[in-house]
């Protein structure tokens, strides 16, 4: 016997509830959203990112925001990483609420806010919170003579010099050229090759055109004097580094340095792989800063003084290799030269090795990673020894020269190495007592450590 056919007054009931069931289904979805179940709006931060490379810290989104996914970063900064919950932890302050750092006179649209001269008349998009901050100190007109905000700008008859490849080929290259725009710096083969050591320091001082200038580009506090550095105590209560010149670190050398610091696994003991977009990143490095005359300085310098006798291709691959060159710590390939002098490590649960460079610092602090304790002492040029804690370890005496660009960094340290192998590299600079600490690893071309001392 057939069953009757289901009665018509059933099926407003049906649709009602069907309706009902969806209407609850975007409700429930809703409610996640503003919940912070894919995003949490109350606490302005993003659902911690899977660490695809064991770090222990997430990649940044500085300079990031709207890349495509990648494979190389253990997190990413583009909307789809809200649906797939491996944003990075800073995702919401760059990408979201938007930050000027390193941005200044950006416009791109793929940021929630811009950093120019006139992003007050934007729209949409106006100035980030922190554009006044940051961003008042850039020259919002272009300076005659000076490539800056026109590199691979088409000839201009109205100005005095170019800014294109070209420029090199008819003689008209504005000065800043090679330390704004990349361009490769001409060999100093006129200069006089410097006598020793500090007269070799004292010229590359001279050079470092990326240098920033202290209390201006680079603002300090150095807080106070710590008179015992095994009581690990915090005295001072601000950053070491107050403000930098947002426009100094977009410069090549310092851009490509940045890129750099998130390629390694901070913690010894865990061999490091590297991909090839790292391996790109290097060769960047090593491009730009070869692309100074800093660095054809000390090729000069050290063939000179018969420190070494390779041809400059070799050269180039030799510094590569004292960076670069992976070697064992604690495990197969856990350290390198570059990972321990500029970015640091940790020896274990308590302790950090390493870290020289002052533009990790200042990133550390400006990502609320860092703190400063206070100094040692401090001295000219440019150099201070200082505590500090990062990530629950702290650092009882550390030291760094500051508001120097890496390419001087890596030419002292690199004809150091050459010149005083494992010991103590006497020098000063402009009269100033600058001296350098060099070790290799287990007799390997490599940086075990490198840093400035007194």
Known sequence: MDASPPSTSCRPAVIKASILSSVLVISLMISLYFTGVFYDRAEGSVSPAIIRKGATAAV????????????????????????????????????????????????????????????????????????????????????PGSCTGRCGQIPDSTQPCQCNSKCSKFGDCCSDYASLCGAPAPPPTSAPVPVDISAFASAIWADDVNRLTIGSDLVMNTGNYISDSYLHQDVSYNRLFSSVNAQMLQRPTYKALIKLFNNYITTQGQTETKTSTESAEEDEFINAIFNTVIMQRAYQFVKAKNYYSGSLSQYKTFIRGLLFTHYSRKATRDSSGFEHVFVGEFSDSSTISGFHNWVRMYLLEDQGHANYYGYIKQKQPNLIKYQFKWSNRVKPVTSTMYGVSPEFEIALFSTCFLKSPNSLCRLKINGQTANVQTYDYKGAQVFGSAYFTS
């Not at 990648?70 to 583009?78: D, I, P």
């Not at 809200?82 to 000027?100: A, W």
């Not at 793929?110 to 008349?121: E, F, K, L, N, W």
């Open 60 to 143: 940044s989104c500085l300079g990031r925001c709207g890349d495509k996914e990648s494979s190389a970063y253990s997190c990413q900064c583009n909307s789809a990483c809200l649906k797939f919950n491996d944003c990075c932890n800073d995702y919401n302050r760059y990408c979201v609420e938007g930050s000027c750092l390193n941005r200044c006179d950006d416009t791109d649209i793929r940021y929630p806010c811009t950093c120019d001269s006139q992003c007050g008349s934007w729209p949409v998009a106006g100035c980030c919170s922190d554009h006044d901050a940051r961003c008042k100190i850039v020259v919002t007109t272009t300076a």
